[in-house]
């Protein structure tokens, strides 16, 4: 409605000539010329150069004489240094503000050697804390180099933003669901946004807003251990399906939670010497608790139990990434950390999907619990409290509207007598083909309902009172049709039946339904089998 407006306003103001028409050679300029320089940060003089190290030499010849551009990514700890010659670039991958403003991703530099120089680019870096977990280093043309740096900060930052997006979207379906997996999925995801921040630098883009640098190791393998912890619940609850009972959910979450809380602990109690076999015994034990869950959920599989293939299709990414470890890719050790960013990323989404089967069927169980509530078992009919609520509604709509509406209260006559001499169920059968009169007169499943024993409500909306009282001895002659059908020896099937009409004096639902109500009991006093419309 808003846009809609705001388009008739354009629409309005263009034809009076209030917008300013821009002539086709027109352009226009913003923003203003700047005397700051490419941000780099040189090495401080005391600072200590890191171990590990290595040595990028010119091509066969020296150096060609154009610029050259050297990034280094998946450097999760410290500071990196690059040297070449005199030049000195140190920065930091959680701290966006230390590098050069032209690479995103990573810690980079541009040089513009002499045709034939001979000199080498050094890097220099913390040794990682896992095997395999090696940094990168890409040199070529600048433009280059900057496309792939910008092609990783927009992979990093988009699984970011999914992950957000879907755990707002799980906090959103809560109140509604009231149930903890969606709370749980969004602290997952909120995790995970940390995780990957963390991993990919992002935690110190465009400024830091974790206190990582300093503390990288600790905060990485604390995130990892607590990332890899949620991820192998969510994938046994995944493969466990919907049948798992709640007690056992319960025991799981609280499980990963307390492993949450001891590595959080160990992490941070833990001498720095410690920290790097602990990482390697987080990967470790991811990996054997995977393979595990992936055994169980194949083995569901073969027995063909329901909802084990989404399980399996979030599963695959990590599986697809131990086999490139196998079988030692080089585009696996170059781009790490978009491909676990991605693997958790596409975990998240198939997660989401088997939240959103949850939330269907929890919507489902609770129309059909709404349903049993409303029902009444024997006719199908709305029960008395459906009735009094729908009967409510629409005395609200006439009310507001000031359309007619009248009700009937509808009694079967003799009822005790039908169920003395032909028996119960021969009673419950009159019962079930009063409804199925009842449903035939009125227009909508919800116009007619059984307010207990032997007496039933009508609700006729945008019907006068000369119309209700006629619909009603149609009604009469139906059920006295219905008798015959029902084939049973000696039955007389009539109904004392009450209408009342909406009208200024009715205070209330209620008021219109007493007076029907009396009509009725007139009905009854006047010899029964008959219709009596409420003055």
Not at 449 to 476: C, Y
Request: proline share 7%; hydrophobic share 50%; glycine share 10%.
């Amino acid at each position: 409605m808003v846009l809609a407006l705001l388009a008739i306003a354009v629409v309005v103001a263009n034809a009076f000539g209030r917008i300013q028409r821009w002539p086709p050679t027109a352009h226009l300029v913003t923003g203003q010329p700047t005397q700051e320089q490419p941000r780099t940060r040189d090495c401080p003089a005391d600072a200590p150069v890191p171990p590990a190290r290595a040595v990028v030499h010119p091509p066969p010849g020296g150096w060609p004489g154009v610029p050259q551009a050297v990034s280094v990514f998946n450097v999760f700890a410290g500071e990196v240094r690059l040297e070449y010659g005199g030049h000195r670039v140190c920065g930091l991958m959680h701290d966006a503000r230390t590098r050069d403003s032209r690479f995103r991703a990573g810690v980079g530099m541009v040089i513009v050697p002499q045709a034939g120089n001979q000199d080498p680019v050094i890097v220099y870096w913390q040794p990682a804390l896992k095997p395999g977990w090696i940094p990168t280093i890409r040199i070529g043309a600048p433009s280059e180099v900057q496309h792939v740096d910008t092609l990783r900060l927009v992979v990093r930052t988009a699984c970011l933003a999914v992950a957000l997006v879907l755990a707002a979207t799980a906090l959103m379906a809560y109140p509604g669901a009231r149930d903890w997996t969606f709370l749980g999925y969004a602290a997952l995801c909120g995790l995970s946004v940390v995780w990957q921040a963390v991993l990919s630098g992002l935690s110190g883009y465009p400024e830091p807003w974790l206190p990582v640098a300093g503390h990288e190791p600790r905060w990485f393998v604390g995130l990892s251990s607590m990332g890899l912890g949620a991820v192998l619940c969510g994938m046994w609850l995944l493969v466990a399906g919907p049948g798992l009972p709640p007690g056992v959910r319960r025991r799981m979450v609280l499980a990963t939670a307390g492993t949450w809380i001891a590595a959080s602990l160990t992490v941070l109690l833990a001498p720095l010497a410690w920290l790097e076999p602990l990482a390697v015994g987080v990967e470790l034990a991811f990996r054997m608790v995977y393979l595990l869950i992936l055994g169980w959920a194949l083995h569901r599989l073969w027995r063909q139990r329901p909802g084990v293939l989404p399980a399996l299709a979030g599963m695959l990414p990590f599986a697809l990434i131990a086999l490139l470890e196998l079988a030692g890719s080089r585009l696996l050790i170059e781009y790490r950390v978009e491909v676990i960013q991605l693997a958790v990323t596409w975990f998240l989404a198939v997660s989401a999907y088997a939240l959103n089967l949850r939330l269907g069927r929890l919507r489902r169980q609770r129309d059909e619990m709404q349903q049993l509530a409303e029902t009444d078992p024997l006719t199908g009919l709305p029960n008395r409290r459906a009735g009094l609520r729908r009967l409510g509604e629409m005395f609200a709509v006439a009310r507001e509207d000031g359309t007619a509406l009248s009700v009937a209260f509808i009694d079967i006559d003799h009822f005790k007598a039908i169920n003395d001499d032909h028996g119960h169920e021969a009673g419950d059968r009159v019962l079930v083909a009063v409804a199925q009169a009842l449903r035939a007169t009125v227009r909508g499943a919800s116009e007619a309902a059984r307010m207990g024993g032997e007496e039933f409500l009508m609700l006729l909306p945008g019907v006068a009172a000369d119309s209700a009282v006629q619909r009603m001895h149609a009604l009469r002659v139906r059920l006295a049709a219905t008798a015959r059908e029902l084939g049973l020896e000696g039955l007389s099937l009539t109904a004392s039946i009450g209408v009342a009409t909406l009208r200024d004096g009715d205070a209330d639902a209620a008021a219109l339904l007493r007076r029907a109500d009396q009509a009725m009991y007139a009905a009854k006093r006047g010899g029964r089998d008959q219709v009596q419309l409420a003055g």
